[in-house]
């Protein structure tokens, strides 16, 4: 069955610094890949996505690659702000693009 | 332009009361979609609709029912509830163009005792 990972434990960075996001993912050939952005008590915003023939994107301080032979996305968030802690999803979509399958997400806190 | 919004924001139920859950989206976006989000877990599809008229089994369908009631409202039904059913519901809507990027509502928090 398909699986999508994400580290389940928290990231700590300190402000300033590179957070690195992983999501790796089985038994799936998705068409794109998207980062999604939750708070607390809210629905996820989403971010970015990246297309499989595509090896990297970037969005200001967001840089998201694609690797479809390690079957693995990287996400970073470049110059870390206390502002940026949050829980951060990825999600693959397939080539019918109405469906996403979303991993359990990584909480990632900068602390100042 | 309110985006996705879903009511109620907060349920506690009983088992086996029913309950709907409403979402509406003014985008005039084709998709909707309910997800269910548990800790650990991510977010599983429930039931979505790719169209006005349509609508399909996700993930984890059992024991919810869905009514596309018109291109702007898709609302999710709990027949008889269930202590499994104690989750944080989300709501999406999508255009279904180029990026395929969900908009999702606020959430309902429903517990069943």
């Known amino acids: 069955s398909q699986k999508i990972e994400q580290n389940s434990e928290a990231l700590n960075i300190q402000e300033g610094k590179t957070a690195t996001l992983t999501c790796n993912y089985t038994?799936?050939?998705?068409?794109?890949l998207q980062w999604y952005r939750q708070d607390p008590g809210r629905g996820p915003v989403f971010l970015l996505l990246?297309?499989?023939?595509?090896k990297e994107k970037r969005k200001e301080r967001l840089k998201v690659t694609f690797d479809t032979t390690l079957k693995q996305s990287l996400f970073h968030i470049t110059a870390s702000q206390p502002a940026d802690s949050a829980t951060y999803l990825c999600?693959?979509?397939?080539?019918?693009?109405?469906?996403?399958?979303f991993g359990g997400g990584t909480r990632l806190m900068v602390k100042p | 332009n309110a985006g996705v919004t879903q009511t109620p924001k907060f349920q506690v139920l009983k088992t086996g009361q029913s309950m709907t859950l409403q979402c509406a989206q003014d985008?005039?976006?084709?998709?909707m979609y309910w997800y269910r989000q548990d800790p650990g877990m991510g977010l599983r599809l429930i039931y979505y609709s790719a169209s006005e008229g349509t609508t399909d089994k996700g993930e984890v369908p059992n024991g919810y029912n869905v009514s596309r009631l018109n291109k702007r409202e898709f609302s999710l039904r709990l027949e008889s509830a269930a202590p499994s059913q104690t989750s944080v519901y989300f709501c999406?809507?999508?255009?279904?163009?180029?990026?395929?990027?969900?908009?999702f509502g606020p959430g309902t928090r429903l517990t069943v005792t």
């Open positions: 985008m005039n976006h084709n998709s």
């Open positions: 990246i297309r499989e023939n595509e």
């Open positions: 038994n799936y050939s998705p068409a794109y």
């Open positions: 999406a809507s999508t255009s279904g163009q180029s990026s395929y990027e969900q908009y």
């Open positions: 999600a693959l979509v397939g080539n019918a693009g109405n469906m996403l399958t």
